[in-house]
């Protein structure tokens, strides 16, 4: 007989069935208690909620172990490339070289976007934040392509709208700097990777040649792929919820990226250099700023350190810091703010109030550390995340349509004023 778990209120006994997942995580299914009983589940930042059945990515935040479509993260971070990570994630299997062939065309045909698309870079004011800017793209992209507009047609076309994001991404990503930075845009070129035409697009200019350093290439591949899924994430769930309401995946991407922004997710990498600045600036005492982040009564927090589900390690960061390690040495940097990382990683690695809590760098870390060794600038460091988290986003997406979940719509419970009487204007104190 299968598992269950039973639940009484008020002394009325209610039978709910355990759901086992293929690595054998278990939960409680409650999606008749509402209706059998008056009662909900209340799960602040859902921290023990689940919101989906999922076959895309697997994580054991005690072990450590993360694996897209099965393939443990290492494996894939080694061997394979962004793009075939890619595949991967949204149509479920590796790709043979024919399926890869076809995809990465389809890719590298798409990364124009349309020339009236400038005109709104045009409008942002100077100094925008290019997430912003991002967001708002992809957003627009809905009203260039009226047809992706619903989710429930025929595959080629939904094919379609999941290769051209996957493809305009980089481009918008790249005019969005470009901008900020008062540079011409480079137009990409489709016959060059899809990892060598971003950098192209982000670093070429066109006065002089441009040659990608394949040290450059390979980091920012690997960083691509750790950072490719996590499943549901602030970002994740906010792609499933929108897309939830039949919204275009355009807009649902959007919202996604939206929600990676804030400095809790994915925004952490930029927030990491900029508290490492203050740091530097303030005369690089260290040990005055781990005892603010161990202060209670201080809102200040290491960036890059700690995990909502990593307690013990970080696989992504375990790989990442090896590669960070070979970018900085590789490429000879001497950057003062990195060597406060250094020894800020040293420091809070001992430090009991970390070791007891499980705090420890986390991905964002290390990836804002090679992306400043990169010459990224830091404002730019989330949009490289949401870049690479696209096709995670996508299959995501893609899944809840298939599995026709229905819309996303929480509960709660209500604390506020019970009725009362509308109260005239001279009556008011
Ligand atoms: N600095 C100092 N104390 C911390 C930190 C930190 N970075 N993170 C957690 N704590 C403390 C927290 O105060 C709490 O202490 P106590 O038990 O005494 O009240 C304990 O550790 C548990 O923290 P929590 O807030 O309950 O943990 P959470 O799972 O809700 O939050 C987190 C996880 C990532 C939001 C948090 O660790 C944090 O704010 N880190 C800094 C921001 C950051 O690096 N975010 C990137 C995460 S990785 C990117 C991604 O996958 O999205």
């Known amino acids: 007989m299968s598992e269950t778990a039973k639940i009484i209120l008020d002394g009325k006994e209610y039978v709910c069935p355990i759901i086992t997942g293929t690595e054998n995580e278990k939960a409680i299914d409650i999606s008749s208690l509402r209706s059998d009983s008056g009662h909900i589940t209340l799960d602040f930042g859902f921290k023990n909620t689940g919101s989906t059945k999922s076959a895309i990515t697997f994580l054991d935040g005690e072990k450590g172990i993360l694996r897209y479509r099965g393939y443990p993260i290492e494996q894939l971070a080694e061997k394979s490339t962004f793009i075939e990570v890619a595949y991967l994630l949204i149509y479920g299997e590796l790709p043979n070289p024919k399926e890869l062939n076809y995809f990465s065309n389809s890719v590298g045909r798409h990364t124009l976007v349309h020339e009236d698309m400038r005109r709104f870079f045009e409008a942002f004011p100077t100094g925008a934040h290019p997430m912003g800017i991002l967001s708002t793209m992809i957003s627009s ?45 480079m137009y990409p070129i489709n016959k060059l990777s899809y990892i060598d035409n971003f950098l192209y697009m982000m670093f070429g200019l066109p006065v002089e040649d441009y040659e990608v350093d394949p040290i450059v290439a390979d980091a920012m591949d690997k960083l691509l792929i750790l950072h490719a899924d996590h499943e549901q994430n602030c970002s994740a769930s906010t792609v499933r919820i929108v897309g939830s309401s039949q919204a275009n995946m355009y807009s649902a991407i959007s919202a996604g990226i939206a929600a990676l922004w804030g400095p809790l997710h994915g925004g952490a990498n930029q927030a990491v250099i900029e508290m490492l600045e203050m740091i530097r600036n303030d005369g690089g005492n260290m040990q005055k700023w781990i005892d603010k982040a161990k202060d209670k009564n201080d809102s200040f927090r290491l960036m890059g350190f700690g995990h909502r589900v990593y307690k013990n390690f970080d696989p992504r960061a375990t790989i990442i810091k090896k590669a960070c390690d070979n970018v900085l040495d590789k490429m000879g940097i001497d950057d003062p703010v990195l060597d406060i990382a250094r020894k800020l990683e040293e420091v809070a690695l001992k430090d009991p109030y970390f070791v007891e809590r499980g705090l420890y760098p986390n991905v964002d870390f290390y990836s804002g550390i090679i992306y400043r060794a990169l010459g990224v600038p830091t404002e730019m ?33 209500y604390v506020g004023a019970t009725k009362r009487d509308y109260m005239p204007m001279d009556k008011r104190s």
């Open 141 to 185: 992209l809905s009203t260039f392509y009226p047809h992706s507009q619903d989710p429930n047609r025929p595959m080629e076309d939904i094919d379609l709208t999941m290769h051209r994001l996957i493809a305009k991404m980089p481009t918008l990503a790249a005019m969005a700097y470009k901008f900020a930075m008062g540079q011409p845009t």
């Open 381 to 413: 460091f989330t949009v490289m995340f949401a870049i690479g988290r696209l096709p995670g986003w996508i299959a995501q997406w893609k899944e809840m349509i298939e599995n026709r979940e229905p819309i996303g719509r929480p509960r709660q419970v």
